[in-house]
């Protein structure tokens, strides 16, 4: 019982604690996210800042590099000695230059050397003195320099000087053509900047060991880096640089797939290096963790104290729900289920009450009905009613009556009849407004409904109760399927004449049976249509229907049915009339059967009520469907089984006649007078049941006897045809003759030589 009292408050107390949590919750995560995002924000604005500053650092140190060198290749004295040899008489020309050589690398340019070529005199002028250009190690370099069709470059210079281990093997060459201007030169002026200088002016990036800064050329090798062991290196492979690649923008920020890193970097416009700031993100949001484990104390905290503050406040709240929810505990209707918290349990015993109190009403507005239609209220409880406005003061009031016009021929069965009944009785219920009703009930097999009208005329509330109608036998149509039929009483003033109205509504819905099916019958209609001259019996109709009867012709006794129906409801006949007519008919169909010589248990079943049943009939189809199965078909059944015997008995007399006065001057006319029937009838049975007509059987019959008495007597031929009455022997041979192929004398001869040779084999064995 604790575990199911408690389901309120376990979640109220889930609400307050929710209420409180989620706010501190969330706030203390939205501090921490925007801490980390402003240190991430600030760091990213020092990336740019350094790539930008890094930038400028370069360009300064390369345009003062690129200025000089400018200054040198455009001096007349390095023009004159791109046509001289150098050698001891070229002394003067030779100091001059080498002073000039060591001048550039005396700058504060951190020139590593600087080499002055000339490709037409093969030689090569550097701080180490003049050497023959094919005999250099830097021959091929310098000579795919003079090819690239380039007047002025930056390139990785690798010094094949130094191991490839040693970090001073990477320098960066400043390449400017002699003359300036000449895409195929007499020589190069290469200042060769080592990669130590350059790694000075790279700043170290925020993060420790995680953070890099690069600074790639167009081919994505690293010129200059952070780290010096990393300069040499091409990162054209690397993820980042293909999102650079794809980019193509100046200047952008972005982050690795992983988010693992911050990738800052700017693309020089004067050279087209790649300045390349690549930052450890989990490094720079390290700070912001410890902001995180103090939003964190703080967030307990507060939690604590709302779980303290959550719990007191709970007790207090829940005290009125669990007194109320004791109540209902104690209810015997409430079932005993640990699924549903309090309020779920006071609320359906709120339900049951309220469910209890309106079904109660609803029983009681019924059982009101019920006497009322019975004629059991009497007039002080309906004055007392009105004035409590329990009834309406109408000023016109009908009872309308629902009957189901058939099961037959749809998916229910009478089981199925109460349930329509219940069913036809909420349609009504929604169709016809609660202000012009009292509550729908079932009487019996009809559902019945009292309707009242404010209306002055009654043609007006005649209409309008036949739209109400129309719209229940449309709704019980369209829904369940099914036809009814509606009968309508007269209009009646008091409550007190409900008695009467029901009467006269069962009254108006009996003549559906001649109307049909779905019929909306108003009493006073009928009974101005009763008032019309009456049909009379149909007896030429009913002696005809015999007659077919009789001959076994169901066709047209079908027919003489659906006749006989259409003439007795072509004109309008009281109820009562129709039903006398109907017994009738069946005192006819029963007179038939005692005709024959049977009563009417040889064709019906003794415990069949054929008059309560013809009677309970609702529609003419079923009246003439019901005559047809009960009456016409087994009456013909009965009749052509009767004629068979009569036939069979007929058929043997007559065989008995001719087998023993074979030899009397027998005929059909005086068979038919001994058996009293007409020679005509007695005919017809004959050849029906022995497939010969009478005469051609009666000489085939005195053929085999003479046949007999040929063999086993000595008679003549002439004795023989004279006994089978024969008037000329003849006469008697012929017909022998033209059935058994011979004359009587030689059938007797060849029967006599049979008999002998059959004895004499007999005596022989």
């Given at each position: 019982m604790?575990?199911?009292?408690?389901?309120?408050?376990?979640?109220?107390?889930?609400?307050?604690?929710?209420?409180?949590?989620?706010?501190?919750i969330?706030?203390?995560?939205?501090?921490?996210?925007?801490?980390?995002?402003l240190?991430?924000?600030k760091?990213?604005r020092?990336?740019?800042e350094?790539v930008?500053?890094?930038q400028?650092?370069?360009?300064?140190?390369l345009?003062m590099?690129d200025?000089?060198?400018a200054?040198?290749?455009?001096s007349?004295l390095?023009?004159?000695?791109m046509?001289q040899?150098?050698?001891?008489?070229d002394?003067?020309?030779?100091?001059?230059?080498?002073q000039?050589?060591y001048?550039?690398?005396l700058?504060?340019?951190?020139?590593?050397?600087?080499?002055?070529v000339n490709?037409?005199?093969?030689w090569i002028?550097?701080s180490?003195?003049?050497?023959?250009?094919?005999?250099?190690?830097?021959?091929?370099?310098f000579?795919?320099?003079?090819?690239?069709?380039?007047l002025?470059?930056w390139t990785?210079?690798?010094?094949?000087?130094?191991?490839?281990?040693?970090?001073?093997?990477?320098?960066?060459?400043?390449?400017?053509?002699?003359?300036?201007n000449?895409?195929?030169?007499?020589?190069?002026?290469?200042?060769?900047?080592p990669?130590?200088?350059?790694?000075k002016?790279v700043?170290k990036v925020?993060?420790?060991?995680?953070g890099?800064?690069?600074?790639l050329?167009?081919?994505?090798?690293?010129?200059?880096?952070s780290?010096?062991?990393?300069?040499g290196?091409?990162?054209?492979?690397?993820?980042?640089v293909?999102t650079?690649?794809?980019?193509?923008?100046?200047?952008d920020?972005?982050?690795?797939a992983?988010h693992?890193y911050?990738?800052?970097?700017?693309?020089?416009?004067y050279?087209?290096?790649?300045?390349?700031?690549?930052?450890?993100?989990n490094?720079i949001?390290?700070?912001s963790?410890?902001?995180g484990?103090?939003?964190?104390?703080?967030c307990?905290?507060v939690c604590?104290?709302?779980?303290?503050?959550?719990?007191?406040?709970?007790?207090r709240?829940?005290?009125?729900?669990?007194?109320?929810y004791d109540?209902?505990?104690?209810s015997?209707?409430m079932?005993?289920?640990?699924r549903?918290?309090?309020?779920?349990?006071?609320?359906k015993?709120m339900h049951v009450?309220?469910?209890k109190?309106?079904?109660?009403?609803?029983?009681?507005?019924?059982?009101?009905?019920?006497k009322?239609?019975?004629g059991?209220?009497?007039?002080?409880?309906?004055?007392?009613?009105?004035?409590?406005?329990?009834?309406?003061?109408w000023?016109?009031?009908?009872?309308?009556?629902?009957?189901?016009?058939?099961?037959?021929?749809t998916?229910?069965?009478?089981?199925?009849?109460d349930?329509?009944?219940?069913?036809?009785?909420n349609?009504?219920?929604e169709i016809?407004?609660?202000?012009?009703?009292?509550n729908?009930?079932v009487?019996?097999?009809?559902?019945?409904?009292?309707?009242?009208?404010?209306?002055?005329?009654p043609e007006?509330?005649?209409a309008?109760?036949?739209?109400w109608?129309?719209?229940?036998?449309?709704?019980?149509?369209?829904?369940?399927?099914l036809?009814v039929s509606?009968?309508?009483s007269?209009l009646?003033?008091?409550?007190?004449?409900?008695?009467?109205?029901?009467?006269?509504?069962?009254?108006?819905l009996?003549?559906s049976v001649?109307?049909?099916?779905?019929?909306?019958?108003f009493?006073?209609?009928?009974?101005r249509?009763?008032?019309e001259?009456?049909v009379?019996?149909?007896?030429?109709?009913?002696?005809?229907?015999?007659?077919?009867i009789?001959?076994?012709?169901e066709?047209?006794?079908?027919q003489?049915?659906?006749?006989?129906m259409?003439?007795?409801?072509?004109k309008?006949?009281s109820?009562?009339?129709?039903?006398?007519v109907?017994l009738?008919l069946?005192?006819d169909?029963?007179?038939?059967?005692?005709?024959?010589?049977?009563?009417?248990?040889?064709?019906?079943p003794q415990?069949k009520?054929?008059?309560?049943?013809?009677?309970?009939?609702?529609?003419?189809k079923?009246?003439?469907?019901?005559?047809r199965?009960t009456m016409?078909?087994?009456?013909?059944?009965y009749?052509?089984?009767?004629r068979?015997?009569?036939y069979?008995?007929i058929?043997d007399?007559?065989?008995?006649?001719?087998?023993?006065?074979?030899d009397?001057?027998l005929?059909?006319?005086?068979?038919?007078?001994?058996?009293?029937y007409?020679p005509?009838?007695?005919?017809?049975?004959?050849?029906?049941?022995?497939?010969?007509?009478?005469?051609?059987?009666?000489s085939?019959?005195?053929?085999?006897i003479?046949k007999?008495?040929?063999?086993?007597?000595?008679?003549?031929?002439?004795e023989?045809?004279?006994?089978?009455?024969?008037n000329?022997?003849?006469?008697?041979i012929?017909y022998?003759?033209?059935?058994?192929?011979?004359?009587?004398?030689q059938?007797?001869?060849?029967?006599l030589?049979?008999k002998?040779q059959?004895?004499?084999?007999?005596?022989g064995?």
């Amino acid at each position: 019982m604790k575990n199911r009292r408690f389901n309120y408050f376990k979640r109220l107390f889930l609400f307050c604690i929710l209420i409180g949590l989620i706010p501190v919750i969330t706030l203390g995560y939205f501090s921490y996210a925007k801490s980390s995002q402003l240190l991430l924000d600030k760091a990213h604005r020092s990336d740019m800042e350094m790539v930008e500053q890094t930038q400028l650092r370069f360009e300064q140190k390369l345009k003062m590099v690129d200025n000089a060198q400018a200054q040198i290749t455009n001096s007349p004295l390095v023009i004159d000695a791109m046509e001289q040899e150098l050698d001891s008489e070229d002394y003067l020309t030779y100091e001059k230059l080498m002073q000039t050589l060591y001048r550039l690398q005396l700058y504060e340019f951190g020139l590593s050397d600087v080499y002055l070529v000339n490709f037409n005199k093969n030689w090569i002028l550097s701080s180490a003195g003049k050497e023959s250009l094919q005999a250099s190690e830097l021959s091929p370099t310098f000579t795919g320099y003079a090819n690239k069709g380039k007047l002025f470059f930056w390139t990785v210079f690798e010094s094949p000087f130094f191991e490839k281990s040693n970090p001073r093997v990477w320098n960066t060459a400043i390449v400017k053509t002699i003359p300036i201007n000449s895409f195929s030169p007499l020589g190069l002026l290469v200042a060769v900047l080592p990669s130590q200088e350059l790694n000075k002016m790279v700043p170290k990036v925020s993060g420790g060991d995680s953070g890099d800064m690069y600074v790639l050329d167009e081919h994505y090798r690293i010129l200059a880096a952070s780290k010096p062991d990393m300069v040499g290196k091409e990162l054209s492979d690397e993820t980042y640089v293909q999102t650079i690649k794809q980019a193509n923008r100046e200047a952008d920020q972005f982050e690795t797939a992983n988010h693992t890193y911050g990738i800052t970097y700017r693309q020089s416009n004067y050279n087209g290096w790649i300045y390349v700031v690549k930052t450890n993100i989990n490094e720079i949001t390290k700070e912001s963790k410890a902001i995180g484990w103090v939003t964190i104390f703080i967030c307990l905290i507060v939690c604590i104290l709302i779980f303290i503050v959550s719990l007191e406040g709970t007790r207090r709240l829940y005290g009125p729900v669990r007194k109320l929810y004791d109540l209902v505990l104690k209810s015997p209707d409430m079932p005993r289920s640990k699924r549903n918290d309090e309020f779920y349990w006071i609320e359906k015993n709120m339900h049951v009450l309220m469910g209890k109190e309106s079904h109660m009403r609803h029983q009681l507005g019924d059982f009101f009905v019920h006497k009322l239609l019975q004629g059991a209220v009497n007039a002080k409880e309906i004055a007392d009613r009105m004035e409590t406005n329990e009834l309406e003061c109408w000023k016109q009031m009908r009872v309308i009556c629902v009957r189901m016009d058939t099961l037959e021929g749809t998916n229910y069965t009478d089981r199925d009849r109460d349930l329509l009944l219940f069913a036809i009785l909420n349609m009504a219920g929604e169709i016809i407004p609660r202000s012009f009703r009292l509550n729908p009930v079932v009487i019996n097999d009809l559902q019945v409904t009292l309707l009242g009208s404010h209306a002055e005329h009654p043609e007006a509330s005649k209409a309008e109760l036949y739209e109400w109608a129309a719209a229940i036998q449309n709704s019980v149509e369209q829904y369940l399927h099914l036809n009814v039929s509606m009968g309508i009483s007269c209009l009646f003033m008091e409550f007190n004449e409900a008695p009467n109205a029901l009467k006269e509504a069962k009254e108006a819905l009996s003549y559906s049976v001649r109307l049909g099916q779905q019929s909306i019958l108003f009493l006073e209609d009928m009974q101005r249509e009763v008032a019309e001259p009456a049909v009379t019996y149909p007896q030429q109709v009913v002696n005809e229907l015999t007659d077919r009867i009789k001959q076994l012709d169901e066709a047209g006794s079908y027919q003489l049915m659906d006749e006989f129906m259409a003439i007795i409801t072509r004109k309008a006949i009281s109820q009562q009339e129709f039903q006398l007519v109907l017994l009738r008919l069946l005192v006819d169909m029963t007179r038939l059967v005692q005709e024959m010589g049977g009563t009417l248990y040889h064709i019906i079943p003794q415990e069949k009520e054929i008059v309560n049943e013809i009677l309970a009939l609702k529609s003419t189809k079923e009246i003439v469907g019901w005559m047809r199965l009960t009456m016409i078909r087994p009456l013909m059944d009965y009749i052509e089984k009767s004629r068979e015997t009569l036939y069979t008995r007929i058929s043997d007399q007559m065989l008995a006649i001719i087998d023993q006065e074979y030899d009397s001057p027998l005929s059909l006319e005086s068979c038919a007078a001994r058996l009293n029937y007409h020679p005509e009838y007695i005919s017809r049975v004959f050849r029906k049941e022995t497939g010969f007509v009478f005469s051609d059987y009666l000489s085939r019959h005195r053929l085999q006897i003479a046949k007999k008495f040929l063999i086993e007597t000595s008679m003549s031929i002439t004795e023989i045809s004279e006994k089978m009455k024969y008037n000329n022997p003849q006469n008697f041979i012929r017909y022998f003759r033209k059935l058994e192929g011979i004359t009587p004398k030689q059938y007797r001869e060849l029967s006599l030589t049979k008999k002998n040779q059959s004895t004499n084999q007999t005596n022989g064995q």
